[in-house]
């Protein structure tokens, strides 16, 4: 799987939107991009993932560059609950691959 | 959405015991779950696949007798630390994947394990 390289930390202010970049140089045409994020002494919690189109939920918006080497995770109007460990995994589709986890990048909301 | 329970949530246990962490897919089956260990301030750390009617498969550095799975069913996964020591004190999660479009891993919320 392709690594991702994070920023450590980062602020936010709360109702604001919290923009979070990952770089994938070395992705490959078919891996995903997949993100999560892990809430203090909790189960990493999926938000949403995607192949080369920008995807939307509920949780948050990805956007994957066009020549797919990055990509940024948009929380919209970031709450206190917000703050987390997030995670950008890259990695093949599968129910048999397993996940590998960078360092991430802390995202503290600020009231 | 995919639900993943894990039980027990937290154990302390004593050095030299042994302990059965439980891993269960409550609104789906899984024929494959994953283990990971995450010791403080550091990142999740894959230990193992379980899969379902075959033994697991371990990554380098995990001693597969000391940390035995069982996947006895499709929607059950059992990690057992045995004869535990203090250093095995960490937070132990499960995974799993309902196989459907993108299949995508859930968690669950983690069993915190601590070894006196």
């Known amino acids: 799987d392709a690594k991702t390289t994070q920023p450590p930390s980062m602020d936010c202010a709360e109702g604001r939107a919290a923009n979070l970049p990952c770089n994938h140089s070395?992705?490959?045409?078919?891996?995903?991009v997949y993100w999560y994020r892990q809430i203090h002494s909790q189960g990493p919690q999926y938000i949403i993932h995607g192949l080369k189109n920008n995807e939307t939920n509920e949780m948050a918006s990805l956007i994957i560059t066009e020549d797919r080497k990055s990509s940024t995770l948009i929380l919209p109007h970031a709450t206190l609950r917000d703050t987390a460990v997030y995670y950008c995994?890259?990695?093949?589709?599968?129910?048999?691959?397993?996940?590998?986890f960078g360092s991430g990048t802390q995202l503290t909301v600020l009231p | 959405g995919a639900v993943v329970s894990q039980h027990p949530s937290r154990v302390i246990c004593k050095s030299g015991t042994s302990v059965k962490i439980e891993c269960r897919s409550l609104d789906f089956q899984a024929t494959t779950m994953f283990w990971y260990r995450q010791f403080p301030k550091q990142s999740l750390m894959l230990m193992a696949t379980?899969?379902?009617?075959?033994?697991?498969?371990?990554e380098q550095g995990v001693e597969k007798d000391k940390f035995l799975i069982n996947h006895a069913s499709l929607t059950l996964s059992t990690l057992t630390v045995t004869s535990a020591h203090p250093e095995d004190s960490s937070f132990y999660i499960c995974?799993?994947?309902?196989?459907?479009?993108?299949?995508?891993?859930?968690f669950g919320p983690g069993t915190r394990l601590t070894v006196l």
């Open positions: 070395t992705i490959s045409g078919n891996e995903y």
């Open positions: 995974s799993a994947s309902p196989g459907l479009a993108g299949d995508t891993q859930y």
């Open positions: 995994i890259v990695s093949l589709s599968g129910s048999a691959r397993q996940l590998t």
């Open positions: 379980s899969n379902e009617g075959s033994k697991a498969t371990y």
